[in-house]
Nanobody, 125 residues
Framework: QVQLVESGGGLVQAGGSLRLSCAAS????????MGWFRQAPGKEREFVAA????????DYADSVKGRFTISRDNAKNTVYLQMNSLKPEDTAVYYC??????????????????WGQGTQVTVSS
């Protein structure tokens, strides 16, 4: 149906920046919203940010507001997560997800139908 591939993860020092990309393929016309989630060792996967695949609506977790920006390039079927002022607590595997249901805001894991494999983000002190 929909395939998602994340890229852009890596190692960065605290205070630095990183931009993640999520390339969608397949039946992308069915996508209503795209989201970013993250999961640190021993923790549940948590919501980071979401954007409507069309329209201007975005949503962010409180922990990343003012630091992270989600955006999209529909021509490339790609969603980005610009991460600035990174903190060690941002260290996690970041997952891209696609939601088909027309529900907003899309902050819950259960609202997403397709997931990427994840990309590791490590923020050092």
């Amino acid at each position: 149906q929909v395939q998602l591939v994340e890229s852009g993860g890596g190692l960065v020092q605290a205070g630095g920046s990183l931009r993640l990309s999520c390339a969608a393929s397949g039946r992308t016309f069915k996508i209503y919203a795209m989201g970013w989630f993250r999961q640190a060792p021993g923790k549940e996967r948590e919501f980071v940010a979401a954007i409507m695949y069309s329209g201007d609506n975005t949503d962010y977790a409180d922990s990343v507001k003012g630091r992270f920006t989600i955006s999209r390039d529909n021509a490339k079927n790609t969603v980005y997560l610009q991460m600035n002022s990174l903190k060690p607590e941002d260290t996690a595997v970041y997952y891209c997800a696609a939601a088909l249901d027309r529900y907003w805001p899309s902050t819950g894991r259960s609202l997403y139908d397709f997931w990427g494999q994840g990309t590791q983000v490590t923020v050092s002190s």
